[in-house]
């Protein structure tokens, strides 16, 4: 079954630095999100993605986030100066039609430790 | 601000029993969906119900959306131990998941 993968696993970052979370979402999808968990909360809406451009994003989308699609194939997250509260785990999630309905396939995740 | 709130949030009971577990708005949903997550492991979608008073039924799990798409519930009917995990409802609206808090479901053998 299509998966969508998310790379690294696991990662540990120092504060105000800059961390790039990367997923590869299921081939003939089009529609990409970022989603974040922190421990112990509910998961969260970041962004959406499509036709290489944001289309909606949350208020915890601030100008520390970034996404980009820099290939045909991998969906970044990138975070420019990461700070404690950024700890989570980061969930990438695809979609072939965009249609909440219809669901997402999430990815494993990547948790991050700010430290 | 829309909130969906789930309970139990805690829930372990002994394999063979029935369990009911719900999620609960004071919005109204476009759709509502359940996932459910392991440790370590991102949600992996169950159902979606998107008419009000629909019921869906996977095997031993029975999903129902309210009549006023506000809430929703899940049954287990003969829990089994490998039903144990996590259980979030999602609820759709505009372009995003607001998500619950989740029940966190043991079947002891």
């Known amino acids: 079954e299509p998966e969508v993968t998310q790379t690294p696993s696991h990662q540990v970052t120092q504060m105000g630095q800059e961390v790039i979370l990367r997923c590869v979402p299921i081939?003939?999808?089009?529609?990409f999100y970022w989603y974040r968990q922190i421990l112990g909360q509910k998961v969260e809406f970041l962004v959406s993605?499509?036709?290489?451009?944001?289309?909606?994003k949350s208020e915890i989308f601030d100008d520390q986030f970034s996404v980009e699609r820099p290939d045909g194939s991998n969906f970044t997250l990138k975070i420019r100066s990461t700070k404690l509260e950024d700890s989570a785990m980061y969930f990438c999630?695809?979609?072939?039609?965009?249609?909440?309905?219809?669901?997402?396939?999430f990815g494993s995740g990547t948790r991050l430790t700010v430290v | 601000t829309q909130l969906l709130e789930q309970s139990p949030q805690f829930l372990s009971i002994q394999e063979g029993e029935n369990l009911t577990v719900y999620c609960n708005s004071s919005?109204?949903?476009?759709?509502l969906q359940w996932y459910r997550q392991e440790p370590g492991e991102g949600p992996v979608l169950l159902v979606t119900?998107?008419?009000g008073g629909e019921v869906k039924k996977l095997k031993r799990l029975t999903f129902q959306f309210g009549d006023a798409r506000k809430d929703s519930s899940l049954h287990i009917t003969a829990a089994q131990p490998g039903d144990t995990g996590l259980y979030l409802c999602?609820?759709?609206?505009?372009?995003?998941?607001?998500w619950g808090a989740g029940t966190k479901l043991i079947i002891k053998p």
């Open positions: 999630a695809s979609s072939e039609t965009g249609a909440i309905r219809n669901g997402y396939t």
């Open positions: 081939s003939n999808h089009l529609y």
């Open positions: 993605f499509y036709n290489n451009e944001i289309s909606e």
């Open positions: 919005s109204v949903f476009s759709s």
């Open positions: 119900v998107v008419t």
């Open positions: 999602a609820g759709g609206s505009n372009y995003q998941l607001i």
